[in-house]
Structure formats: C-alpha cells, structure tokens
T-cell receptor, first 112, second 110 residues
Framework: NAGVTQTPKFQVLKTGQSMTLQCAQDMNHEYMSWYRQDPGMGLRLIHYSVGAGITDQGEVPNGYNVSRSTTEDFPLRLLSAAPSQTSVYFC???????????FGPGTRLTVT | ELKVEQNPLFLSMQEGKNYTIYCNYSTTSDRLYWYRQDPGKSLESLFVLLSNGAVKQEGRLMASLDTKARLSTLHITAAVHDLSATYFCAVDGGFQKLVFGTGTRLLVSP
C-alpha cells in the first residue's frame, strides 16, 4: 500500500493562476479531507468528502473547489490563487472502524 | 463552535524528566487524536482516543481522555532527545471533521 499520496510536493504560483493539487489513496477509504497548515498553527479543514460524489465544506473553503468522482482520488482546485493561500496542504483519509486519519506527505504552495 | 486549546505552546525540558501536555476543548466530542510532526514533515499518528476514560501508551508517551472534563493529556515519561517535535491534539467536531490545537513545540535537551 502506498497509503495517501500527494502531488506535487512543491509549487509556486503567481497571483490569479489556477492549479489542482492531487490526492490519492489506495486503502479504499470512503472519507477523505483536505487541510491547510499555516506557520505556527494547527491544521484547518478546507473540504471533505464522505464518498464518491459527496463533498462538503470545512472551516476555510473559500477559494477552493473539490470533487470526488472515484473513491481513490480527491483533487483540490485553486481557482484564482492569492498570496493568502500560501500554505502547506495536507490530504487525509479515514480508516474504519479504527477512525485513524492517514495524512499524505503534503504540498508546499507559494503564491507570489 | 468547537475550540481546541493546547498548553503549553512551547516546552523545553531536560532528558530524563517527565512532563504533561494538556488539550482542552469546548464542546462535546467522543474522539480525540494526538499527532507528532517533525519540521517539514507530515503528521504521524500517535493515539486515537475513542471513549471517555480511554488511556493508551506507546513507549514513553501516554495519552488519556476525559470527555466529561473535555480534557486530554499527553504524558511524557523520562524524555529523550528523539521526542523533540511538535505535538498536536485534534478533536472530532462531528462527521470526522477534525479541529486542531495550535500545537506544542517540545525541545528535549541533554
């Protein structure tokens, strides 16, 4: 099992550009989520999905879109990047019945 | 709205000493997580606490959960340098939506 994978590892964008952060898991987990981590802070939930075709907003959803067409993949789209979106982004999936959350390695995004 | 507070935010301790990190949260929850994060790395799961009174131990770390007091503790026994990292607690705010504390940066020195 590769667990939770994320690409790219690093990305630099200019203000106004769009991009998609990829997340995939091979554990057949229904629940997946995206978090962002800003310096000196804990993680904050952006969006989550309880299964293919079902997504919902977390604490800080503005400026981000998600979709879930398969169990394995949960991409995060930045529609028009802003410097405030400079952060480290983590994708996670939830195991059941352990309720253990498995985090990916993260994507470090800088918006100039 | 669920709020999660950790203290202390920074902890400098000597090897061999014991200490406790506290995690308080503001609304009812039955699931609490502890994670470790090394600089530039992802989160490593330490403990998942699923019920009131749950206690789990792994090596020099022991975590407990008191859902009535809305308090979890992470106790470090006889600290060693390898435990230096940032530790986060996270509380399930419903539907597995985790709310994280701001983290405790632990530095263990000889």
């Amino acid at each position: 099992n590769a667990g939770v994978t994320q690409t790219p590892k690093f990305q630099v964008l200019k203000t106004g550009q769009s991009m998609t952060l990829q997340c995939a898991q091979d554990m057949n987990h229904e629940y997946m989520s995206w978090y962002r981590q800003d310096p000196g802070m804990g993680l904050r939930l952006i969006h989550y999905s309880v299964g293919a075709g079902i997504t919902d907003q977390g604490e800080v959803p503005n400026g981000y879109n998600v979709s879930r067409s398969t169990t394995e993949d949960f991409p995060l789209r930045l529609l028009s990047a802003a410097p405030s979106q400079t952060s480290v982004y983590f994708c996670a999936s939830l195991g059941h019945p352990s309720y253990e959350q498995y985090f990916g390695p993260g994507t470090r995004l800088t918006v100039t | 709205e669920l709020k999660v507070e950790q203290n202390p935010l920074f902890l400098s301790m000597q090897e061999g000493k014991n200490y406790t990190i506290y995690c308080n949260y503001s609304t009812t929850s039955d699931r609490l997580y502890w994670y470790r994060q090394d600089p530039g790395k992802s989160l490593e799961s330490l403990f998942v606490l699923l019920s009131n009174g749950a206690v789990k131990q792994e090596g020099r770390l022991m975590a407990s959960l008191d859902t009535k007091a809305r308090l979890s503790t992470l106790h470090i026994t006889a600290a060693v340098h390898d435990l230096s990292a940032t530790y986060f607690c996270a509380v399930d705010g419903g539907f597995q939506k985790l709310v994280f504390g701001t983290g405790t940066r632990l530095l263990v020195s000889p």
